[in-house]
């Protein structure tokens, strides 16, 4: 009877132990899984918000996007950009449509919130926007005053801290064109965005008005969920290596015409 029991008993421990076995097995498969989805980096941008990220004969391309495929590069993964228009680009961060956001990100206690910021990467500067036979002259004339800009931007805030009624709009080459037709007072922006338009557009009529004296310049940082603290973590290891060495530096001149990492 005592040898059946150890028979029984050794029998149990052997089935036990071929469980865990499987279990760790499998355990390792999924691991190795998990690790072959994350060699995607999954950024969310606008795609239509020249120089940080717009299509040239159909290709998306643009400061944020070669910033952010040498940034994914540097953590070995790949880049895929998801283009999203501006007021659904946090949402869809919030709900995993994509890893992070690059698209010009201004810090705001409100979305600090919910969720983190990785290290800034460049400063923007915002300058105001105004037909050349306004009368404004700087920001602090703004006040009563209809001036468009992106909902939930810092351009926004900017425009609402003096005293301007905020039209939104989030698309810049629309947002010349109601102050062009004097549908608006003006547009406070990012002067990124004025210097690649006036490269290819025709400015007459309109007059760029720097602002910098009032309004200090932003530091601009990609966006994250709040739970995903490794990849936020290996990302700004990545980014600090592209500062340290010039690389963003190096993209800043090619897209905007000056080192804005300073």
Known sequence: MKTWKKITIAIIALIVAGFGIFAWANSVRNDKKADTSKKTLIIGLE??????SYRKDGKLTGFEVELGKAVAKEMGMKAKFVPTKWDSLVAGLGTGKFDLIMNDMTPTPERAKHYDYSIPYIKSRSI????????????????????????????AAIAKKYGATV?????????IGMVRDGRVDGEVNSSGAWYTYRKKN???????????????????????NKKDTKLRASYNKAMQKLLDNGT???????????????
Do not use: C
């Open 47 to 52: 795609g239509t918000y020249a120089p940080y």
């Open 128 to 155: 105001l926007i105004v037909p050349a036979s306004s009368k404004i002259k700087e920001i602090k004339e703004v006040k009563g005053k209809r001036i468009v800009a992106g909902i939930g931007t810092e351009n």
């Open 167 to 175: 039209v939104p709009n989030g698309d810049f080459s629309t947002a």
């Open 202 to 224: 025709n400015t007459k009529g309109l007059k760029a008005i720097d602002i910098s004296k009032d309004v200090k310049p932003d530091d601009i940082s990609a966006l994250f």
């Open 248 to 262: 963003v530096a190096k993209l800043s001149k090619k897209y905007f015409g000056a080192d804005l990492t300073k």
